[in-house]
């Protein structure tokens, strides 16, 4: 059984920081890219950060560069989001997702249950 458990996320006061945590199982972790996305209230997902297989390569977000920071553990299956001089903008659910592609555009991913991130003062 596959499964994403997203653990870290809560109220924070804007300029401070969280760390979010996603634990994986049933699936060869090493073998998928992760990343973190997010869904405020009322907007579309959004794509915050990107990790490829082995951690050799991040991709971010123009809204989060060079505040957040993905990587990961493949002998933990544990991927992470270090979330840095938060902003309110920055209020959503959180998401890890796993994503593999098989062949072409044919692929194959899952996504956690999500964690709240509230930025407020």
């Known amino acids: 059984q596959v499964t994403l458990v997203e653990s870290g996320g809560g109220l924070v006061q804007p300029g401070g920081s969280l760390r979010l945590s996603c634990a994986a199982s049933?699936?060869?972790?090493?073998?998928?890219?992760m990343r973190w996305y997010r869904q405020a209230p009322g907007k579309a997902r959004e794509l915050v950060a990107n990790i490829d297989s082995t951690g050799g390569s991040t991709n971010y977000g123009d809204s989060v560069k060079g505040r957040f920071t993905i990587s990961r553990d493949n002998a933990k299956n544990m991927v992470y989001l270090q979330m840095n001089s938060l902003k309110p903008e920055d209020t959503a659910v959180y998401y890890c997702?796993?994503?593999?592609?098989?062949?072409?555009?044919?692929?194959?991913?899952?996504w956690g249950q999500g964690t709240q991130v509230t930025v407020s003062s």
């Open positions: 997702n796993a994503l593999q592609y098989i062949t072409g555009p044919y692929y194959v991913d899952y």
């Open positions: 049933g699936f060869i972790f090493s073998t998928y890219r």
